[in-house]
């Protein structure tokens, strides 16, 4: 097993930089911090969840996601991440961690499509939870992390 402090300070930064490339590739974010009965399980999820934490706790400053997000360059960068990520993965942690994890940015991006309703009329007729481009960008997130979407 593996925790974040296993990694070297490059290589968490790559960590954290992961769970918001799940969120950008999508345009949106959300789930990050929430635990569920998979994720308790994964040494790695809790403490990166913990340096988030850690990181709000003290103030740290985080990127700023509009500005990330409108980059020219930020879907292609955060695909970029997301396949760095898995082999950083592949590469340190034991196949069930890096299986969770990427599984876990797998949902951070999913949950993130549902977050809003896309498309209808003024008064939401019409509209879908996900559109065909968030699909095909979720399919993206699912090819470079290697997890079946």
Do not use: C, H
């Amino acid at each position: 097993m593996s925790v974040f402090a296993d990694y070297s300070a490059e290589e968490q930064q790559l960590l954290l930089r992961s769970l918001q490339a799940a969120a950008v590739a999508i345009s949106a974010a959300s789930f990050i911090m929430e635990r569920n009965a998979a994720q308790l399980d994964n040494t790695l999820i809790g403490s990166v969840q913990f340096a988030l934490n850690a990181r709000v706790l003290s103030n740290q400053p985080f990127p700023d996601y509009v500005k990330v997000v409108m980059a020219p360059d930020a879907g292609p960068q955060a695909l970029a991440t997301l396949r760095q990520v898995a082999a950083l993965l592949a590469e340190k942690s034991t196949p069930a961690e890096a299986d969770g994890y990427r599984q876990w940015l797998l949902t951070i991006a999913a949950l993130t499509t549902e977050a809003g309703k896309e498309g209808g009329n003024f008064l939401g007729w019409g509209a879908v939870l996900v559109n065909d481009a968030e699909k095909a960008a979720l399919a993206e997130v699912a090819k470079a992390l290697g997890v079946e979407g």
